[in-house]
């Protein structure tokens, strides 16, 4: 299990401080909330800010950017440019999805697509074979902090038999992420149901304890 930490609970005053507290913890997957403020009713960072972790960290970490922006067939490049390594998308908010999973593939950085908790699992069917990575938000996006949704449980289940089918007949292996509310109360559940790359983000940066420490209890509920 892959535990992506995202940042977007941290002191983003210090964002360079808590990337590198992450890492340090060792967490090389670096799961970055991009928001525009018109896809989600909240803003962070983009490419700019980006570049800069980029030169603070190094090239080890892994970036994976989850775009919640309208314009990412436009914007794309600049996230990849900036240091990224792994774009995520809403199928909400794309067009044309198959050119631009395949334009992100083709510039050399992974590709994920992104459902809300809303949106069915059928919308992905036709473009997982060309997917690294579909990501099943188990909150709505936007914010931190909020409660897992546990009707997710079945997009997951039924997006595990179909790329272990996938795998079976020769396919892409896909990595399955699940974003938000992921906790240690939760977190084996949701590996028993398929998932193999959980977002954690108020379960690590929090005034309990370190994100050392808040990992390890995570960690342990892993077994
Ligand atoms: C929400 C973001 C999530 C969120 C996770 O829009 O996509 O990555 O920051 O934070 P927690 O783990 O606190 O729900
Ligand atoms: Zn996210």
Not at 111 to 120: F, I, K, R, Y
Not at 165 to 174: D, H, T, Y
Request: proline share 5%; net charge negative.
């Amino acid at each position: 299990m892959i535990i992506a930490p995202s940042v977007l609970t941290a002191d983003l005053s210090s964002l360079g401080s808590a990337c590198k507290e992450a890492v340090e913890a060792g967490l090389d997957w670096l799961h970055l909330d991009i928001m525009d403020g018109n896809f989600v009713p909240n803003l962070t960072f983009g490419p700019p800010v980006i570049k800069r972790l980029r030169e603070h960290l190094g090239s080890g970490p892994i970036f994976d950017a989850h775009l919640m922006i309208e314009n990412a067939e436009e914007s794309y490049m600049q996230y990849i440019e900036a240091g990224c390594n792994h774009l995520t998308v809403h199928v909400e908010a794309v067009k044309h999805l198959h050119r631009l999973v395949h334009a992100i593939r083709d510039a050399g950085a992974g590709a994920g697509v992104v459902l809300n908790p809303a949106t069915p699992i059928d919308s992905i069917r036709d473009i997982l074979p060309d997917l690294d990575l579909v990501l099943i938000m188990s909150v709505n996006p936007g914010f931190g902090g909020q409660s897992f949704i546990p009707t997710v449980e079945s997009k997951i289940r039924t997006l595990r038999s179909w790329i272990d089918e996938q795998v079976s007949n020769g396919g892409r292996p896909v990595q399955i992420q699940v974003d938000g509310g992921v906790k240690a109360h939760n977190i084996a559940m949701i590996q028993e149901w398929g998932a193999t790359n959980c977002v954690v983000g108020s379960g690590l940066f929090n005034s309990n304890g370190s994100v050392k420490e808040n990992l390890q209890i995570i960690l342990n509920a892993l077994g």
